[in-house]
């Protein structure tokens, strides 16, 4: 195996281009892993760790932009009061050690279906930039995973940052694992609130690919629409909440492995879904009535 390091943004972009087939590698937590379970080796692997501006943050116009090498730790010891939601993702990522070297573009790079930052991204609009020598462009994270393993990017492409509005609502984070920590997700959950376009938006780990629970949010959407629950800040009534943790389980596309069942993974889900979203609710109920 070729290893590359590129000294800069544009040699590193070259490289991308010209040899086909590299890899890129930031804190290895994910592909190291791939490589050792004998999925082979590639034929190059570029080094992104000498690329300074991929671990910059920076937040301006209301967004935050978050370069790719940055770590679950970062997130989770710096961001945590700006973020929240990415941030409890963040936080429930393996061990100290892994958060201290995982990073949010090479979890973005991998796809794996049970990655905890994934759902998060999703519930909380992010979007993702990629560059090549073709120029950069922006994916939204909703249209990113194409499949298990998948993804927009294409070969030439680094993932350079991932962009995210400022919250406007409360945003959690939750999953279950076969033990308490440095577990990896059996199914997991996140849901953001977001008041100003009157949407309770999803994310869904531990299916065949990461993914909103499209149907739950359309019938929440029209469930709050009709009811002027926005307006009032009315609790929900109990069988919107359990109907909406119904749909979230049953438009995911679950499978059995050696951690669970699909059964399983999919009552689970439904318990999260809507524990999820009684607590966003209640969050945003409670601030709601503190501010007015």
Known sequence: MEFLL???????????????GTVPVAGGTDVMVGWNMSRGLPARALDLSRLGHLSCRRYGEGRYRLGANTTYSTLTDELRGELPGLAAAAGAVGSRQIRNRGTLGGSLGSAW???????????????????SVRGSRRVPV????????????????????VLLPRPEGP?????????????LATCSFAVALWPSTRQVLTGVGGADRPAPAAVAEAFLAGQLAAHGTWESGERLPDEV?????????????????????????RRALSVLARRSLAQAWENYRTERHRCA
Not at 113 to 131: F, K
Not at 241 to 257: P, Q, S, T, Y
């Open 113 to 131: 279906p049970a990655a905890d930052a994934h759902p998060a991204l999703l519930a909380c609009r992010a979007e993702v930039e990629l560059a």
């Open 142 to 161: 909703r249209e990113f995973f194409s499949g298990p393993g998948r993804t927009a990017r294409e070969g030439d492409e680094l993932i350079e940052a």
């Open 241 to 265: 909440v359990r109907h909406f943790g119904e749909l979230a389980a049953e438009g995911a596309v679950l499978g059995d492995d050696v951690r669970a069942t699909a059964e399983y993974r």
């Open 171 to 183: 945003q959690l984070f939750t999953k279950v694992g076969r033990k308490a920590v440095a577990t």
């Open 6 to 20: 590129p000294r800069d943004r544009q040699e590193a972009l070259e490289l991308m281009a010209g040899r086909p």
